[in-house]
């Protein structure tokens, strides 16, 4: 019987537990054996109770369940060798042969690094005399398959990652909620939501809820971003608007690369010399509520069957064939390379269209038009 584990690693995001029951229940039907990796890399590298045979009734109930149930962390000891060669030690000693890895694009280029050095990390085991010849036998090689759970929506190649739907959707909640209270005393709030490279939440924030002004990572603003930022919120305030909402991204810069912080805009939007704007301001930076709850439709759908597809694909993969990632491509679930697309993600920020930026900047113009 094929052993297959799964694990959740780096932040938490909503539908990561629905990608484990799906892994979970998937591999019991397809006739394996399931495993849970608890703590991410750290379970593997400890071993022992962190890593658990799971059976169809464990995971009843974890569809909706936001965060993940079975912990997540990040391991230093996964960085280096001496690491990987100990967790490779576990995964035999536990009999599993294949790895579903639930993470950020750091998670999966471990999980790739892993799976490239495995038939070393074998050797040195029988060497040292940690494991026999017979024991690693069955383990000549490793299989993995990644999922990308992360808010953020920042892996290159997939349109959406498991959990950005859930964080966009408690973001925009929760600005519905100022919202309330910024129009009643006529207040402005800049509100800071997560995302160090990726501004996607950012932007689709700001869209979603006609947000006056947004500052994201991919789209470093002007030198002169305070001269334009206050043009906007004037002009919105002439035309009779009585909030003010910038939104703006944790990694948000301008041209020379230097950060733009809440305190800077909000002293720009509350400055009472001559010419200054004058609204009273507040500051509101969103936090870990971005993370929290419970998993929204699409996350719990997108987390299953791509929980499904993964089970498949890592019963398929053969060592030659390319380690893979579940991604969904204009609503299909699909494999892809997984490492060409941790290094797109880096070399470029994912779908930001810069005239799509200026569309949806139009559109909150428009909003007291006529
Ligand atoms: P997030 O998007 O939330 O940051 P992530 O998966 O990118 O998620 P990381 O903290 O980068 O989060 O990685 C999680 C864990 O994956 C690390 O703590 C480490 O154990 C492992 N890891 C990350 N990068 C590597 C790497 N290059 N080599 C080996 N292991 C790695």
Known sequence: KK????????????????????????????????????????????????????????????????????????????????GRLTA???????????LIICGGDGSLTGADKFRSEWPSL???????????????????????????????????GTDATIGCYSALARICEMVDYIEATASSHSRAFVIEVMGRHCGWLALMAGVATGADFIFIPERPQDQDWKADMSTVVRRHRKMGKRKTIVIVAEGARDRDGTKITPTEIKDLLADKSEGGLALDTRITTLGHVQRGGTAVAYDRMLG?????????????????????????????????????????????????????FDM???????????
């Open 3 to 82: 052993k297959i584990a799964v694990m959740t690693s780096g932040g938490d995001s909503p539908g990561m537990t629905a990608v484990v029951r799906a892994v979970v229940r998937t591999a019991i039907h397809m006739g394996c054996d399931a495993y849970c990796v608890y703590e991410g890399y750290e379970g593997l590298v400890q071993g022992g109770d962190f890593i658990r045979q799971m059976e169809w009734h464990d995971v009843r109930g974890w569809l909706s369940e936001g965060g993940t149930l079975i912990g997540t962390a990040r391991c230093m000891a996964f960085f280096e060798r001496a």
């Open 88 to 98: 490779a030690k576990n995964m035999i000693l536990n009999g599993i042969h294949a």
């Open 122 to 156: 074998v050797d040195e085991l029988v060497a040292n005399g940690e494991l026999t010849k017979d024991q690693v036998a069955p383990f000549t090689h490793l299989n993995i398959v990644g999922l990308v759970g992360s808010i953020d929506n920042d892996l290159s």
């Open 304 to 356: 299953t069957l791509q929980g499904v597809e993964a089970v498949k694909a890592v019963l398929e993969a053969t060592p030659e064939t390319e380690t893979c990632f579940i991604a969904i491509n204009e609503n299909k679930i699909v494999r892809k390379p997984l490492m060409k697309a941790v290094q797109e993600s880096k070399a470029l920020a994912k779908a930001v269209d810069d005239k799509d």
């Open 360 to 370: 949806a900047m139009q559109l909150r113009d428009t909003e007291f038009a006529d």
